[in-house]
C-alpha cells in the first residue's frame, strides 16, 4: 500500500511568515492532493497534483509535485490566522482508486 | 447542492450495538468511501465504492460492512461495536479519477 509521511507534523509561525510542509511517498503518484482540516471539521479540497513539476496555486497557496512524482510540498506566503488548521496530503497510486493521507501538518499562525 | 450529508453528527453506542451511519450525496458522483480518523493515526480507508453495486475494502474493514445499492447513498454499518472504534467517521465522494473527493462533516461516534 501507498505510504505517505508528511513533515513537519506540527508547525508554529509568526503572522506573516512563510512555510513549507512537505509530503513523500515511498512510492509512484499518480494523483496527489492537498486537503485543509480546521479541527472537529471536515476536510476542504485544496488542490490536486497529477503531473511531475506541475505547481499550482490558490490564494496564498502553492503545491508542487517533483518530477520523479515521490515527492510534493505545500507553500503557504505571508501566512494569516485563518491558514490554521491540519494539512493533509493524500494520493493514489497506480490504477486503483483508493485515496490514502498522510498523517497530517498541524500549523499553528501566531497573530 | 448539499454536496456530502452524513447522518448523525454524534452518537453514543454501547459495546455490541449495531447501528448505521448514513451518507449521502447529490453530485452524482461514482466514486464513495469511507475513513476513520482517529488522534496520531491519520484518515485511513475503510471500504470504497467505484459505483453503484460494487464495493471494495480498505485499509480497516474489519467490523464494518456497506452497500452500494444507488449512486446516491452509501451507508456504513457497525455490525457489533467495540470501543476500538470509537472514532470520527468521514464519507467523500468525487466525481472521477480526475477530481478531488469532497467530504461530509463527519460522524463522532462513542463506543462505551
Known amino acids: 500500500s501507498q505510504e505517505l509521511e508528511q513533515s513537519p507534523q506540527s508547525l508554529i509561525v509568526q503572522e506573516g511568515k512563510n512555510l513549507t510542509i512537505n509530503c513523500t511517498s515511498s512510492k509512484t503518484l499518480y494523483g496527489l492532493y492537498w486537503y485543509k482540516q480546521k479541527y472537529g471539521e471536515g476536510l476542504i479540497f485544496l488542490m490536486m497534483?497529477?503531473?511531475?513539476?506541475e505547481e499550482k496555486s490558490h490564494e496564498k497557496i502553492t503545491a508542487k509535485l517533483d518530477e520523479k512524482k515521490q515527492q510534493s510540498s505545500l507553500h503557504i506566503t505571508a501566512s494569516q490566522p485563518s491558514h490554521a488548521g491540519i494539512y493533509l496530503c493524500g494520493a493514489v497510486g497506480g490504477s486503483n482508486y483508493k485515496l490514502t493521507f498522510g498523517k497530517g501538518t498541524l500549523l499553528t499562525v501566531n497573530p | 447542492n448539499a454536496g456530502v450529508t452524513q447522518t448523525p453528527k454524534f452518537q453514543v453506542l454501547k459495546t455490541g450495538q449495531s447501528m448505521t451511519l448514513q451518507c449521502a450525496q447529490d453530485?452524482?458522483?461514482?466514486?464513495m468511501s469511507w475513513y476513520r480518523q482517529d488522534p496520531g493515526m491519520g484518515l485511513r480507508l475503510i471500504h470504497y465504492s467505484v459505483g453503484a453495486g460494487i464495493t471494495d475494502q480498505g485499509e480497516v474493514p474489519n467490523g464494518y460492512n456497506v452497500s452500494r445499492s444507488t449512486t446516491e447513498d452509501f451507508p456504513l454499518r457497525l455490525l457489533s461495536a467495540a470501543p476500538s472504534q470509537t472514532s470520527v467517521y468521514f464519507c467523500?465522494?468525487?466525481?472521477?479519477?480526475?477530481?478531488?473527493?469532497?467530504f461530509g462533516s463527519g460522524t463522532r461516534l462513542t463506543v462505551v
Open positions: 497534483l497529477q503531473k511531475g513539476g
Open positions: 453530485m452524482n458522483h461514482e466514486y
Open positions: 467523500a465522494s468525487r466525481e472521477g479519477r480526475n477530481y478531488g473527493y469532497t
